[in-house]
């Protein structure tokens, strides 16, 4: 049987009992939320309406709106709180477990700041670094290490307020090898410079700085993918095999998400934007396939790049 309908199996078999008594749970808090929400819109109904009528102050409308968004979200976290902490230690860390024994599960620990600036991956400085869902251990005898990361940085306007701008959100993979990587080579979404905006022409710099070249290499559909820079256009070429950059492709293919990878000493970096890994959905059922399904089939694609790379002693020969 292999890794993903182990998993699919585990879930809707052997946990099964667990999660009926989680989603008996789940409607009342989404029937509890769903009464919140409405109250608040009420409220905000009431406030808009005076407002309008006495001032037409557009500005404070805005306000009114944006601080009960986040009054609601603010309380949705406190409501769910304890209903997530027990969901994450009785069903996510047995199937953690069952991914692999060696790995260790800590839902309140998060990805190192020293590794993630490591990786290279996202140069640009943060202000504010938080996470959760930290998995620690050894898969096929390789040390891992991987979390759901948000870095931001912060600007302020011409009124002096601040605001907050994600760098990165999403599940953040690292492994360890035996063989250092001589250079430095990372892997871009070819869609990176859009999805970075003006950041762009930052990248392009700290790359010439780094002493990073553009590699072209002879692979049609991962170059519709991908861009790949590095510091030994020899080294990235004898690391990104034909299989690799197959994998790749099919990985990127099938999560429909933006990923990026590095290889740094003997480090490989992976990180898949917009996955929230083990958060519990509060308005969908837990039996939905597609809650659950979508993070072990990205467990899967990352976890088979790290065996790919082990097994493939023809690099390891060349390193």
Same mark, same amino acid.
């Given at each position: 049987?292999?890794?993903?309908?182990?998993?699919?199996?585990?879930?809707?078999?052997?946990?099964?009992?667990?999660?009926?008594?989680?989603?008996?749970?789940?409607?009342?808090?989404?029937?509890?939320?769903?009464?919140?929400?409405?109250?608040?819109?009420?409220?905000?109904?009431?406030?808009?309406?005076?407002?309008?009528?006495?001032?037409?102050?557009?500005? !404070?409308?805005?306000?009114?709106?944006?601080?009960?968004?986040?009054?609601?979200?603010?309380?949705?976290?406190?409501?769910?709180?304890?209903?997530?902490?027990?969901?994450?230690?009785?069903?996510?860390?047995?199937?953690?477990?069952?991914?692999?024994?060696?790995?260790?599960?800590?839902?309140?620990?998060?990805?190192?700041?020293?590794?993630?600036?490591?990786?290279?991956?996202?140069?640009?400085?943060?202000?504010?670094? !938080?996470?959760?869902?930290?998995?620690?251990?050894?898969?096929?005898?390789?040390?891992?290490?991987?979390?759901?990361?948000?870095?931001?940085?912060?600007?302020?306007?011409?009124?002096?307020?601040?605001?907050?701008?994600?760098?990165?959100?999403?599940?953040?993979?690292?492994?360890?090898?035996?063989?250092?990587?001589?250079?430095?080579?990372?892997?871009?979404?070819?869609?990176?410079?859009?999805?970075?905006?003006?950041?762009?022409?930052?990248?392009?710099?700290?790359?010439?700085?780094?002493?990073?070249?553009?590699?072209?290499?002879?692979?049609?559909?991962?170059?519709?993918?991908?861009?790949?820079?590095?510091?030994?256009?020899?080294?990235?070429?004898?690391?990104?095999?034909?299989?690799?950059?197959?994998?790749?492709?099919?990985?990127?293919?099938?999560?429909?998400?933006?990923?990026?990878?590095?290889?740094?000493?003997?480090?490989?970096?992976?990180?898949?934007?917009?996955?929230?890994?083990?958060?519990?959905?509060?308005?969908?059922?837990?039996?939905?396939?597609?809650?659950?399904?979508?993070?072990?089939?990205?467990?899967?694609?990352?976890?088979?790049?790290?065996?790919?790379?082990?097994?493939?002693?023809?690099?390891?020969?060349?390193?």
């Amino acid at each position: 049987m292999n890794r993903l309908s182990s998993l699919l199996d585990l879930y809707y078999n052997d946990l099964y009992n667990d999660l009926e008594i989680f989603e008996k749970e789940r409607k009342k808090l989404a029937s509890r939320l769903k009464t919140i929400a409405i109250s608040i819109f009420f409220i905000d109904t009431i406030l808009i309406y005076f407002i309008y009528k006495n001032s037409q102050d557009l500005e !404070n409308i805005i306000f009114v709106i944006a601080a009960s968004v986040s009054i609601y979200f603010f309380i949705q976290k406190i409501v769910t709180k304890k209903y997530r902490e027990n969901f994450k230690e009785k069903i996510i860390k047995k199937l953690i477990l069952h991914l692999d024994k060696n790995l260790k599960y800590s839902p309140n620990s998060y990805f190192p700041q020293n590794l993630y600036i490591l990786s290279s991956l996202f140069p640009k400085k943060f202000d504010r670094y !938080n996470g959760n869902d930290l998995v620690v251990g050894q898969i096929q005898n390789i040390p891992v290490i991987f979390s759901d990361i948000h870095t931001q940085y912060k600007t302020k306007d011409s009124k002096g307020r601040t605001h907050w701008h994600t760098i990165f959100k999403g599940l953040f993979f690292m492994a360890d090898f035996n063989k250092d990587f001589y250079g430095k080579t990372l892997i871009f979404p070819d869609t990176a410079q859009k999805l970075f905006g003006y950041l762009g022409q930052f990248l392009q710099e700290i790359f010439k700085k780094q002493g990073l070249e553009l590699v072209k290499l002879d692979h049609p559909q991962f170059e519709k993918e991908f861009v790949v820079y590095s510091s030994d256009q020899i080294e990235a070429r004898y690391i990104l095999t034909t299989n690799l950059m197959e994998k790749l492709v099919r990985m990127k293919k099938k999560l429909n998400k933006p990923i990026y990878i590095s290889f740094v000493n003997n480090h490989i970096f992976v990180a898949i934007s917009d996955i929230d890994s083990f958060e519990p959905s509060i308005f969908s059922s837990l039996f939905d396939i597609s809650l659950i399904k979508n993070y072990i089939i990205t467990l899967k694609y990352t976890v088979g790049l790290v065996e790919e790379l082990n097994l493939n002693k023809k690099l390891w020969s060349r390193l």
